[in-house]
């Protein structure tokens, strides 16, 4: 097989992934309409400002509020998982910051479920598998994020190799604390 890209020439991006949950153990979704992953249910999330010189915990509290319109304090975030994507789609180099909303959230507090980045969805987490999601969270991420809930991860994924290839490079549980 020719390689179509040079691995060494793939741009790098850090970026926010936010978990928030309601009462009732439903997941906030985002049904995407823009790359990356158009057309996919995913958590809200984006790209950290680099060029400012935003913090991870910034990123996700700027994200929530731009995505959901909810207003979330820094004591309310939680850092759940960090997840490292080598050649994601063949494009690019992924440092992502998973987060976990510590409090509920309540339904009152989105201000619009359209946005410009596409239609938000309040999915129960038993459901969230049976939603159109990346493969790499069917595969890896959604379990390790349920796994995890209240504890933390970090996971390393190659997607150079055909079938992608993962590492869970530490681990533990709420009740390993």
Not at 16 to 23: G, I, K, S, T
Request: hydrophobic share 40%; net charge negative; proline share 4%.
């Amino acid at each position: 097989m020719t390689e179509l890209y040079s691995i060494t020439e793939l741009p790098y991006k850090i970026a926010v992934l936010c978990y928030l949950y309601d009462e009732d153990d439903h997941l906030l979704l985002l049904h995407r309409a823009k790359e990356p992953n158009s057309g996919k249910y995913s958590p809200i999330g984006g790209k950290l400002e680099a060029t400012i010189g935003e913090s991870p915990h910034e990123c996700a509290i700027r994200e929530i509020q731009e995505e959901s319109g909810v207003v979330v304090e820094l004591q309310d975030l939680r850092l759940s998982g960090m997840l490292a994507e080598t050649a994601y789609e063949d494009k690019t180099h992924w440092l992502l910051f998973l987060f976990e909303v510590k409090r509920p959230i309540l339904h009152s507090e989105i201000t619009d479920m359209e946005i410009d980045e596409g239609v938000l969805e309040w999915v129960h987490v038993d459901d969230v598998e049976n939603k159109d999601i990346p493969e790499t969270d069917r595969q890896i991420i959604w379990n390790l994020v349920k796994q995890h809930r209240g504890g933390f991860f970090a996971v390393h994924i190659d997607c150079s190799v055909k079938p992608f290839s993962w590492t869970v490079q530490e681990e533990w549980t709420a009740t390993d604390v």
